[in-house]
């Protein structure tokens, strides 16, 4: 039941995006366009500073999360569907894992179209570890997107929500943003240092459970009106 | 208001008064020399600073599960109080740090946690004043998210960069020093509990009042 009840949430999402695309297309054309101003305020006579890539990799995601969760929330609220999801005979944390799911999906959509390009066009091996590379993305997705699905569907309701959404989530996510751009920065090197990177996957890896118990913890609590 | 209230503030006045005279009489640290003296301030407003963003938090969690609203109160006054002691402590520590590591900021860290969660008291002051109806909630999530990452931002940034202060210098201090240093923990705790006394007491007169404007309209 509870598992059918994530699956449904999330195939809504992936149905109605799939049919309009246009979280998918505003959100990989806004993060194009983040690693462009950072290539011109970083890139020195033609060389992009060392380290750089996964600074700007990691800026990019957080930058596009944003926007795609605050466009996925902005659509429940126009037909005031979120409303209906929470009167439906359903459990909460359902709810929000199905919504924190399809969030994580669109991002990863986004984070197939970054990684090459970062890769290209800051000349960093990036893909050289696929595995490694694979595993901080999704734990770091996950936790950034654990503490955004919350904060957005509380922001439903508020005003001015679309100021207040990056307001409340990058002080909050300054570990997923530090621990994922850490742990990039070392597969970058010419011999990768595989302790480093298992501490800062260990650290997302942890930042995601607690973060993702508390949210299921106070869904409830304060999305009841 | 209660009847200690106004004694307790007297004392205060006077504890805050002597203290220049506490801390001027002081014996130069050997190392740092004069500028250490401005640890006597600095060190008591960090504690007040993390106390009151826990008491934000416990008071938030509280709050959020039972649904009471002095809870609420209580919290937006540890909100408030987190930013100004956050503020004094974030203030005196770069001049501190200009002296010993010769620069104003070092992305140590001690210092990027209480940066941070100075950000997150600010968010959830800003999300209350412009959140509108339904935003004491919002704030209250905020609050809780923010107790449980400090520790995270602690490590993480513990690992990223690892030039540290001392950060047992307490217990190290001679008696002549240590003394002048409880004093002005003393005078800074009694300044916080009267603070947030006050505010929340302001908070309480507040709600009382639109329940009489809500009573008068209907």
Partial sequence: MFLHTVWLILRKDLTVEVRSREIAYTTIFFAVSCILVFAFALVKEGKPPEDGAAGILWIAISFAGTLALGRAFERERQAETLRALLLAPAPRPAVYLGKLLGIVALLAGAELVLVPLVSLLYQAPLLQYPGWLVLILASGTLGFAAVGTLFAAMLVRARSRDVLLPVLLYPITVPVIIAGVRGTAALLQPTVDADSVRFWLALLVAFDAVFVTLALWTFEPLMTD | ?218
């Fill in chain 2, 1 to 218: 208001m209660p009847k200690w209230f106004v004694r307790a503030a007297v004392l205060c006045g006077l504890m805050f008064a002597a203290s220049p005279f506490v801390i001027a009489t002081s014996r130069d640290e050997a190392e740092l020399g004069m500028v250490f003296k401005i640890f006597y301030y600095h060190m008591p407003s960090a504690w007040m600073f993390l106390l009151s963003a826990i008491v934000c938090g416990i008071a938030s969690l509280r709050f959020l599960f039972s649904g009471d609203v002095r809870r609420d109160r209580t919290a937006v006054a540890a909100a408030e109080l987190t930013v100004l002691f956050g503020l004094i402590t974030l203030v005196t520590g770069p001049l501190w740090a200009r002296r010993s590591w010769g620069t104003w900021w070092i992305w140590d860290a001690r210092i990027t946690a209480s940066l941070v969660g100075w950000m997150i008291a600010w968010s959830y002051l800003i999300v209350r004043k412009y959140g509108g109806p339904g935003s004491d909630k919002l704030a209250a999530g905020l609050a809780i998210f923010g107790m449980a990452n400090v520790p995270f931002i602690y490590i993480s940034v513990n690992f990223w960069r690892t030039i540290h202060p001392a950060t047992s210098v307490v217990p190290t201090l001679p008696v002549d020093m240590s003394w002048r240093l409880w004093f002005c923990v003393a005078s800074f705790t009694l300044l916080y509990v009267l603070l947030f006394k006050l505010r929340v007491y302001l908070e309480e007169e507040r709600s009382r009042v639109d329940t009489l404007y809500l009573a008068l309209e209907g």
